[in-house]
């Protein structure tokens, strides 16, 4: 396990093959209806998509995902590896996504964010986002609500 602090000797690259079996195994980790190697896959392909991973001493500590599609950036998902979180690693993640996304023309980038899970939204409004609005019962295991958080670029 290493220090606390992690962020400095982290490295954001774009996903590859190579990372795929990590992240499926901690989208387990860390969500309760985790996507599979195989939509992790598919994203890959996608031209719309940008998915980065952070990598710490070759190991996968953390990735972010999102679409861009015309001037709207949409993030897909954000996951850090538990035994390396409050470490940065969040928020490096975050700001290379917005990097890739006003590099694409977008004009803001939004997610969506469970209404309990509070360092998630620590992390974005750190970041710069603005709660936009509520989508009700927008997640399930258990049944949620999620927070529309938005960054507009200027």
Known sequence: MPEKKVAGNVQIVLMQERHLDALAELERLCFS??????GLAAEQQDSTACFLVAEWEDTVVGYAGMHCVLDEAYVANVAVHPA??????????????????????????????????????ALYQSCGFQELGVRKGLYDSPKEDGFILTKTFS
């Open 33 to 38: 209806q985790p996507w599979s190697r195989e």
């Open 84 to 121: 390396f979180r409050q470490r940065g690693i969040g928020i490096l993640l975050m700001q290379d996504l917005e990097r890739c996304a006003k590099e694409s023309g977008a004009a803001f980038l939004s997610l969506e964010v469970r209404a309990s899970n509070q360092a998630a939204q």
